[in-house]
């Protein structure tokens, strides 16, 4: 079977030059030949077939997990392998999911899909230990801002410096990441020295000056003293409050007595 006949659809919402789309119709098509091959009296299916199904984690990364292309390709795939299941074979079939990673350890270890997916045993295909740990500290501080979904994300560096003033000149267009998925560009401000003093700034342009550090370095200090006072007031009195020992009160009693 054509699954661009079966799927229009798929076809319809995405688009013919999406690459998310163009992966995720490949897997369906895998899936739909090897669906035949099993049901196929005539046919004598291999003893192990291994399929790396990577559309539906294209189309995350492209579109988001609640999007609606996501909800339609998750019921699409859903009905394939409910397919695959039911058909009636020898075969046995076994599915492994493996949870998303964020990106910055993607970097730092070999994820179960890159296990599973070469096969090989050649030299090439090991890395040693020391090279992935100095590639996850270089790469460990260009992890990409995260976006929330309300605050202002330009498609662009250009279209963020023409809107923001070049972030009024306190920063620099830095690429990020929504929370709803998708890239975008976004201001990131920079502390600066003015008459000795390092100044910070913040906002969505850089155009408000940060005083929260100072403001922190301030109340902190004050109420640490109020508290030390505090402290050594309640101990002054608890001192003062106490009896004095038996020999001091013995001497102390004699001395009034020969007065």
Not at 3 to 18: N, V
Not at 161 to 175: D, I
Not at 189 to 217: A, H, P, R, Y
């Amino acid at each position: 079977m054509v699954i661009e006949a079966k799927y229009s659809r798929w076809l319809t919402e995405y688009g013919a030059m999406d690459v998310s789309a163009k992966q995720f119709i490949q897997d369906l098509e895998m899936l739909d030949a090897y669906q035949e091959s099993i049901a196929s009296p005539s046919s004598l299916p291999p003893p192990l077939t291994l399929f790396r199904l990577s559309g539906l984690e294209q189309i995350v990364r492209q579109h988001g997990q609640h999007s609606p292309q996501y909800r339609l390709a998750i019921s699409t795939l859903k009905k394939f392998l409910d397919g695959i299941l039911s058909t009636p074979t020898e075969s046995q079939t076994i599915l492994i999911a493996v949870p998303p990673k964020p990106a910055h350890t993607r970097l730092g270890k070999r994820t179960s899909l890159s296990l599973l997916a070469p096969f090989q045993t050649s030299e090439s295909s090991f890395v040693s230990r020391s090279l992935l740990d100095r590639r996850s500290e270089i790469f460990a501080g260009t992890s990409p801002k995260i976006v929330s979904s309300t605050r202002a994300c330009y498609s662009n560096v250009t279209e963020c410096e023409e809107n923001t003033k070049t972030c009024n000149g306190h920063g620099a267009c830095v690429m990020g990441q929504r929370t709803s998925g998708g890239n975008c560009f976004v201001c990131e401000c920079k502390k600066e020295k003015k008459d000795g003093k390092v100044v910070g700034w913040s906002g969505e342009m850089c155009q408000k000056q940060d005083l929260s550090s100072e403001f922190v370095l301030i109340s902190g200090s004050v109420i640490g003293l109020i508290i030390a006072f505090s402290m050594a007031i309640a101990l002054l009195f608890s001192i003062g409050a106490e009896g004095l020992p038996q020999q001091l009160a013995s001497v102390s009693g004699s001395s009034k007595k020969n007065d």
